[in-house]
């Protein structure tokens, strides 16, 4: 079996911040994963270099793809690719939120996923690997089988109290 990899394609150093997550998530579930920072917009012929090495490798990949405002990243990875892309664009309060479009939007034959939340899109690549890989299938199961139990614990502490009890919780 080739190896799966995880790239994590930032569109600067600012959004490592933002993608950190993506990586915990990663090695929690023992996913070989890298980061790398190319812009769509001001180093295209990096990024396209970046994905042609890859697509080289024979390593079973999925991109996750970290970038705001304007993001073309996510669309010029998905359609310079055969593996799948997922789009984990930060949130911006410097446009209400409104550059989510950029990754909503994509033309026809450009099909990232899009995924909000990093450690959900960090998820979803080792779904995404889990459909070839049994033991990752298990992992999963037991991290759902974990995430059931928080919320059955947090349910048994509320259960019956007053809203005047559970101020600052």
Partial sequence: MSKQNVIILM?????????APIGRILEHFGVHYEYRIAS???????????L?????TGDRIVYIT???????????????????????????EKFGGADIYSS???????APLVIL???SAALAAVKIFALE?????????????????EVNVADSEVRG??????EGV
């Fill in 52 to 56: 042609e090495k890859n697509e080289q």
């Fill in 104 to 110: 909503l939007r994509m033309p026809s034959g450009v």
């Fill in 117 to 119: 939340d990093p450690e």
């Fill in 161 to 166: 109290k007053r809203i005047s009890a559970l």
């Fill in 66 to 92: 970290v970038a705001g405002l304007s993001n073309a990243l996510s669309g010029l990875v998905d359609t310079n690719t055969k593996f799948p892309v997922v789009a984990c664009p930060p949130y911006s």
């Fill in 40 to 50: 769509a917009h001001k180093t295209p012929k990096d990024l396209l270099n970046i």
């Fill in 11 to 19: 569109g600067s150093k600012k959004d490592l911040s933002f993608a």
């Fill in 133 to 149: 890989n049994p033991s990752l299938l298990e992992k999963i199961r037991e991290f759902q089988l974990k995430k059931k139990k």
